[in-house]
């Protein structure tokens, strides 16, 4: 049995997540392959899951297996710390390597989760509570003023230790609305997260809204190619198309991923980087999007399902019980020259029996 590698393991930025977690690993195996399996939970002995079907084919698994894998966690805080850590090392490895890391969003809940700020005020606030409740207010007041004293050496380990500079930011997908509207998803990263870290501004790449739908989508292709040409963004020696050093995507209820959705002729596009959909079943509907040629390109795929609302299109993007022609969108996210790790919650997974 091979052992995920998550980043919780791996990386050496910060040891939260290890420090908080008891992991045990399993493979998840699917009949379109096979997935290392974390499951990372507070209590192991006490959780669920984890679904097995048949495998169709152990060559293909095996070399799936290397490719995707599975974690799975019990608090959200959890999770958003194991996403921080993984995105903090690749962006030391990528920093180091070529002196550029070049990260994807998507809009949605993921933008949650890579709240690192949040995450460990979070965690003063709970343990001020629990130092002033089990120990008397005055405990509580010691620790706030040390707290607020070494407030800078408290913040989180990323404020310090990214590379910040190195950081080219994109959107998967974007919704044709102003920047500042409520359902632009650059406004929903920017108020979120961006604002909070030290990325340049020259090195977030934001959609065009002053021009159509279609106008954005060709300006924002051809904003990649200068970038490709520039050297900022690489080039899959395998695809051709542009390798993103991480691509951090959400899933809709429905199971789609970016603004590729089910059934849509665009998630068959095969020439273009970023293309356009006026009849997004969900609202807004003109957005643009990266095609799946350039999400299945990328040197790493962070894939954030949380929630019972995703269940089902969990259970059928790893149960793969539908017949081919039949794929949702996060079935499709296959990387052909890199990986991808799933980040879920039991809720998540709750549609799926266990091994
Ligand atoms: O509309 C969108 O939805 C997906 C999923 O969002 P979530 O809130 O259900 O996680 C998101 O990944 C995409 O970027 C966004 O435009």
């Known amino acids: 049995m091979s052992t995920a590698t998550g980043a919780a393991a791996s990386n050496s930025l910060s040891p939260t997540t290890s420090r908080r977690s008891s992991p045990s690993s399993r493979i998840l195996t699917t009949p379109r392959g096979s997935l290392s399996c974390r499951l990372l939970s507070s209590s192991p002995s006490q959780s669920p899951l984890v679904p097995v079907s048949a495998m169709a084919s152990p060559g293909a698994a095996g070399e799936a297996a290397s490719r995707k894998k599975l974690l799975i966690f019990d608090a959200e805080k959890d999770l ?19 002196s550029a890391f070049t990260v994807v969003l998507s809009g949605g809940s993921l933008i949650k ?14 343990f001020l509570a629990w130092l002033s409740r089990d120990y008397g207010p005055g405990r509580g007041l010691i ?16 404020l310090e230790a ?23 998803n650059y406004k929903l990263a920017m108020d979120e997260f961006l604002s909070k870290v030290p990325v340049p501004a020259n090195q977030v790449y ?44 959400g ?15 665009i998630v068959n596009e ?76 039991k809720p998540a997974m709750s549609m799926l029996s266990r091994i």
């Open 80 to 98: 958003a710390a194991s996403l921080a850590e993984h995105a903090a090392g690749l962006s030391e490895k990528f920093a180091a390597e070529r």
């Open 113 to 126: 989760a890579l709240r690192f700020l949040d995450l460990l005020e979070n965690e003063h606030r709970t």
């Open 143 to 158: 620790y706030l003023f040390i707290f607020w004293h070494h407030r800078k050496l408290a913040e989180p380990p990323y």
């Open 162 to 184: 990214v590379d910040w500079s190195r950081w080219h930011v994109f959107w998967a997908d974007e919704r044709v609305v102003p920047k500042d509207h409520a359902d632009s």
């Open 206 to 249: 934001a959609m065009n809204d002053a021009l159509s739908v279609e106008g954005a989508a060709d300006d924002y292709e051809n904003c990649l190619k200068q970038l490709i040409k520039n050297g900022v963004i690489a080039v899959s020696p395998v695809t051709g198309f542009p390798k993103f050093d991480l691509m951090l995507l």
């Open 251 to 265: 899933m809709g209820p429905d199971g789609h991923i970016a603004s590729l959705f089910p059934g849509h002729p």
């Open 270 to 345: 095969n020439q273009k980087l970023v293309t356009c959909v006026k009849d997004s079943p969900k609202p807004p509907p003109e957005r643009i999007t990266f095609t799946f040629p350039v999400i299945n390109s990328s040197a790493h795929i962070a894939l954030m399902v949380t929630g019972a609302g995703k269940a089902g299109a969990v259970h059928k993007a790893l149960s793969g019980n539908e017949s081919s022609s039949d794929l949702l969108p996060v079935e499709m996210v296959e990387p052909q020259d890199g990986e991808m790790t799933w980040f879920t919650d």
